[in-house]
């Protein structure tokens, strides 16, 4: 559907085969399906959203990642490796989004629940992003995104930093002076930022496939209610990726 003022939400997922630390990822196993699937279907439960484009690179390596794309009826845009911003900007002007949801390849755990709060809160209005990474409570994995892709041309023009390419919104929420920041706030009974539920390493894909065994049988559209009440019930699970560390930003 779209905003009763016309604006098209278009998410976009950020996602290549040639990650450093875990080459191939995107499209490894959760349940005998691609992780990028996974994703994709707990993304299709946000009424909210218009339309999913993935946003891959020009590596023949991707190729994989477009046919999975194709096959799921979800937009595919293929542009820079390294300047990710340019490839999630030119992705969401291909299919004509005004405001851009953003999510990376290796959060399989979003939930639907949570990005649908943080799409909530920017159309309030009078923001100019809106995240759920500026407070310190959810686990790493359940970052959504929010702001106009005006904004992200914007950014595209003002800064050539590696690390803002890369990493696509860095320079809206670091300079709060020129940009009008929102932040959701994490509920008390799921405040657990010590968690790991992004896949960025074997160990980190190990941990979120048990979670998937738990909960997607029973349950195929679990919350992160249910993520965090099955991890208290098994704590041995996040020990699974405790040593792991998330790589800095700058």
Same mark, same amino acid.
């Given at each position: =559907?779209?905003?009763? $003022?016309? =604006?098209?939400?278009?998410?976009?997922?950020?996602?290549? =085969?040639?990650?450093?630390?875990?080459?191939?990822? @995107? *499209?490894?196993?959760?349940?005998? /399906?691609? =992780?990028? !699937?996974? *994703?994709? &279907?707990?993304?299709? /439960?946000?009424?909210?959203?218009? !339309?999913?484009? %993935?946003? @891959?690179?020009? &590596?023949?390596?991707?190729?994989?990642?477009?046919?999975?794309?194709? #096959? *799921?009826?979800?937009?595919?845009?293929?542009?820079?490796?390294?300047?990710?911003?340019?490839?999630?900007? /030119?992705?969401?002007?291909?299919?004509?989004?005004?405001? +851009?949801?953003? +999510?990376?390849?290796?959060?399989?755990?979003?939930?639907?629940?949570?990005?649908?709060?943080? +799409?909530?809160?920017?159309?309030?209005?009078?923001?100019?992003?809106?995240? $759920?990474? #500026?407070?310190?409570?959810?686990?790493?994995?359940?970052?959504?995104?929010?702001?106009?892709?005006?904004?992200?041309?914007?950014?595209?023009?003002?800064? #050539?930093?590696?690390?803002?390419?890369?990493? %696509?919104?860095?320079?809206?929420? &670091?300079?709060?002076?020129?940009?009008?920041?929102?932040?959701?706030?994490?509920?008390?009974?799921?405040? /657990?930022? $010590?968690?790991?539920?992004?896949?960025?390493?074997?160990?980190?894909? !190990?941990?979120?496939?048990?979670?998937?065994?738990?909960?997607?049988? %029973?349950?195929?559209?679990?919350?992160?209610?249910?993520?965090?009440?099955?991890?208290?019930?098994?704590?041995?699970?996040?020990?699974? $990726?405790?040593?792991?560390?998330?790589?800095?930003?700058?």
């Amino acid at each position: =559907m779209e905003l009763s $003022n016309g =604006m098209k939400i278009v998410s976009t997922i950020e996602a290549r =085969m040639g990650s450093s630390r875990f080459p191939g990822k @995107t *499209l490894a196993p959760i349940l005998g /399906r691609p =992780m990028l !699937e996974v *994703l994709i &279907e707990r993304l299709e /439960r946000v009424p909210e959203i218009d !339309e999913i484009v %993935v946003a @891959t690179t020009a &590596e023949p390596e991707d190729d994989a990642i477009e046919a999975l794309a194709r #096959q *799921l009826d979800v937009g595919c845009f293929r542009g820079s490796s390294d300047d990710v911003l340019d490839r999630v900007l /030119r992705a969401a002007q291909a299919h004509g989004a005004d405001v +851009i949801v953003e +999510i990376t390849g290796d959060c399989p755990l979003i939930d639907p629940p949570t990005v649908r709060e943080v +799409i909530a809160l920017f159309r309030t209005g009078g923001y100019d992003y809106v995240s $759920n990474i #500026q407070c310190e409570g959810y686990p790493r994995g359940l970052d959504t995104q929010v702001f106009p892709t005006r904004v992200l041309a914007e950014v595209a023009s003002l800064t #050539q930093d590696p690390a803002d390419r890369e990493h %696509v919104s860095l320079y809206i929420y &670091e300079h709060p002076e020129r940009y009008r920041l929102g932040v959701v706030e994490t509920p008390a009974d799921v405040r /657990r930022r $010590n968690l790991r539920l992004t896949v960025d390493t074997p160990e980190d894909l !190990e941990l979120v496939d048990g979670i998937y065994e738990r909960l997607y049988p %029973v349950k195929p559209d679990f919350t992160l209610d249910d993520v965090v009440a099955v991890l208290d019930a098994h704590p041995e699970l996040a020990e699974i $990726n405790a040593d792991i560390r998330q790589k800095a930003l700058r």
